[in-house]
């Protein structure tokens, strides 16, 4: 696999070909590399909008799927959102509303060329790792998925080298890109330019442990109305893994560390669902 350097120097140069989004305040991202398999709904999609909710500017970079069902474009779209929006459309987003989506193709001219291979390959790629790190509007702080544990810390090291302020790179030891209410996930966390590895599991979140199978989602208009339900306050497996994946953006924008910093985000998390 690529080093962390080289991963560093391909995520600049994808960066400095960018077209840039300018936000005036500090904003975060909470993005999954994908490739996890686990045919789970649009769980840091959903996250990204109670991060937003509890009052944090997230501008989230996405795409459509490239190996799963529904990517974040897709499930957006059938939300009866516009996902082609220019660079000034994306701030004025953020401004307003807290959250502004960038639909990496256009932010990434010069990829244009990869996205039918990759698609036709259908597995994780270098460009599954470059997509989160790449986002256009420079994000100080990210929460930071990868479908393997093996990828976790060399993540961490790229968002390091990049100058990410504080990061989030998470792993649910069961295999999903995200944190997860089956079992135990891994952390490794960037702050004040050191790396901590640590792992969190629902308990640690005041959330009970369910399994894998009640996360999945399907077409992009399943996933959309399992994100309306999510958000609308139902109570289930699918809300706490949403409140887990916010509670690390969150937890990202506070002063506190770890788990404590997690916890008191997922309390924020369910008060702003709520």
């Known amino acids: 696999g690529e080093t962390a350097d080289e991963i560093a120097g ?60 529904c990517g974040s474009a897709d499930v957006l779209e059938a939300l009866g959102m516009k996902i082609e929006l220019n660079a000034s459309q994306v701030k004025d987003c953020i401004e307003k509303v807290g959250i502004g989506f960038m639909f990496a193709p256009l932010f990434h001219p010069s ?26 509007a420079l994000v100080e702080a990210q929460v930071l998925g990868v479908a393997s544990a093996n990828l976790g810390e060399k993540m961490a090291q790229v968002l390091q080298r990049l100058g990410t302020k504080r990061a989030m790179v998470v792993h649910g030891l069961n295999g999903m890109d995200e944190i997860t209410v089956s079992g135990k996930s891994r952390v490794w966390e960037l702050s004040g330019g050191e790396i901590t590895q640590y792992d969190i599991s629902p308990e640690d979140f005041g959330i009970a442990e369910a399994g894998v199978e009640t996360l999945v989602g399907g077409t992009p208009e399943e996933n959309a109305s399992i994100l309306r339900s999510v958000l609308a306050g139902e ?16 937890a990202l924008s506070h002063s506190a560390k770890g788990v404590p910093a997690l916890k008191e985000g997922a309390e924020i998390a369910k008060e702003t669902i709520d």
Do not use: Q, Y
């Open 10 to 69: 391909l995520a600049s140069v994808m960066r400095a070909k960018s077209i840039r989004v300018e936000t005036s305040d500090a904003v975060i991202d909470i993005v999954g590399t994908g490739g996890d398999n686990s045919r789970s709904f649009n769980i840091s999609t959903a996250a990204a909008f109670v991060a937003a909710g509890a009052g944090i500017k997230v501008a989230k970079h996405n795409n459509r799927a490239m190996t799963s069902r």
């Open 111 to 136: 990829m244009k060329f990869a996205a039918a291979p990759r698609r036709e390959l259908g597995i994780l790629t270098v460009f599954n790792i470059l997509g989160p790190l790449t986002n256009p």
């Open 235 to 250: 109570r289930s497996p699918r809300r706490d893994a949403v409140v887990m994946n916010a509670a690390a953006g969150i």
